[in-house]
């Protein structure tokens, strides 16, 4: 299997980051990270093996990039505006400087959005937010607004409500969402969500779900036995669903 580490320093975060890029060819798969992750975690749970037969014979590339969840979402030390504003300046690496990356290594104009727990949230969030870059995505064991408190997981906004909170939150912006243009770049997406039924975030999904059918947005919902929210799961899941 083919494998590259790329490092640079990041205008939009102001420091290095760090990514691997498995595969030679193929739809790119942006593959994020779980809560609090790093770059190489997808390929130490072995969950990279799992895709290896689909990496090596050119069916996708796999891009696992890095997460700054500790400065944004998980930084309790700074007020939740600064929070979501890091995230933002997150946000904007992947757009700015991650997808015109794979763009330069990878011809293809297939581009699947992907991640497990938090790394599932910023997997569907970008999607939906820029539904128009991707053909495809999967969010796996995620949470879908991390403004609510579910069980063990506290509110990572700290009961702060903004905008741009709002058009963060895919379970707040998503049901409000009128626009046709919008609604048509949806629809254009594959969306595939998978949970556990014992997953504390299992709510969350039926929330997401709910509003994409009442949107009449196309999305397959599946439901795994027990929590399913390990990578022993998430080896088997993403053999399915990427």
């Known amino acids: 299997m083919k494998r590259t580490y790329h490092k640079w320093y990041s205008p939009n975060l102001e420091k290095e980051m760090e990514l691997l890029v498995f595969g030679h060819g193929g739809t790119k798969v942006l593959f994020f ?7 190489y975690d997808y390929e130490n749970w072995n969950i990279v093996d799992s895709l290896s037969t689909k990496i090596n014979q050119g069916y996708i590339q796999l891009y696992c990039v890095d997460s700054i969840d500790v400065e944004s979402f998980y930084n309790n030390f700074i007020h939740p505006v600064c929070r979501i504003y890091r995230h933002a300046q997150y ?11 794979a763009n330069k290594m990878n011809p293809s104009s297939h581009l699947i959005s992907a991640g497990c727990s938090l790394g599932a949230y ?28 579910n069980g063990c ?14 058009f963060n939150m895919p379970n707040q ?21 998978a949970i556990g039924k014992e997953d ?9 779900s709910g509003t994409l059918r009442r949107k009449e947005i196309s999305h397959n919902l599946f ?5 399913a929210h390990k990578a022993k799961y998430w080896r088997k899941m993403v053999e399915i669903y990427i």
């Open 122 to 149: 910023h997997a569907v969030n970008i999607a939906l937010r820029y539904p128009y870059l991707f053909c495809k995505v999967v969010g796996m064991s995620g949470r879908y607004d991390l403004t609510k408190n």
């Open 173 to 193: 912006y998503l049901k409000n969402l009128i626009c046709p243009r919008i609604i048509y770049e949806l629809n254009r997406l594959d969306i595939i969500l």
């Open 200 to 208: 504390v975030f299992l709510a969350s999904n039926f929330l997401l």
């Open 91 to 101: 946000e904007k690496y992947i757009i700015r400087e991650v997808v015109p990356l």
């Open 153 to 166: 997981f506290q509110d990572l906004l700290s009961g702060y409500q903004d905008s741009e909170v709002y």
């Open 33 to 39: 990270p779980p809560r609090m992750g790093r770059f």
């Open 223 to 227: 439901i795994w036995d027990e929590e």
